[in-house]
């Protein structure tokens, strides 16, 4: 019985079942600040829509897509001449450090999912 599940580049969507045995137990990280730009796609949806700002987001798993209770984000700037794959990348370096971060609060026992979201301390 795992304490934790960590997803990552995991492109499917959980059954409820699944969700619900593993609940406060299943992380993800999703490469835009949610609750903006939910599923595919982000980095194209992001500079398509003129932001400003860019990102990436832990949030604990539920039964809808990329809803799960924030935990932690990261906040780049979207430059001038970004494309997809630039703005990819740099969220991907925000994305190795903020899931350890997460995944270490969550071993530390500081981090859990409560009735109305996540808990730290």
Not at 39 to 56: F, N
Not at 67 to 75: D, I, N, R, T
Not at 99 to 120: K, N, Q
Request: aromatic letters at 6%; a neutral charge.
């Amino acid at each position: 019985q795992p304490h934790l599940v960590v997803l990552a580049g995991f492109m499917r969507i959980l059954s409820a079942g699944f969700v619900r045995h593993y609940q406060g137990r299943l992380l993800n990280i999703h490469p835009s600040l949610l609750p903006h730009y939910k599923g595919l796609h982000t980095h194209k949806r992001v500079l398509e829509a003129g932001d400003a700002e860019h990102g990436c987001s832990v949030h604990f798993v539920t039964e809808e897509l990329d809803g799960g209770p924030l935990v932690v984000q990261a906040v780049i700037s979207v430059q001038l001449h970004d494309t997809p794959a630039a703005l990819a990348q740099r969220v991907h370096v925000q994305e190795h450090r903020i899931y350890p971060l997460a995944i270490r609060w969550f071993a530390e026992g500081r981090l859990s999912l409560g009735e109305h979201g996540a808990l730290l301390d």
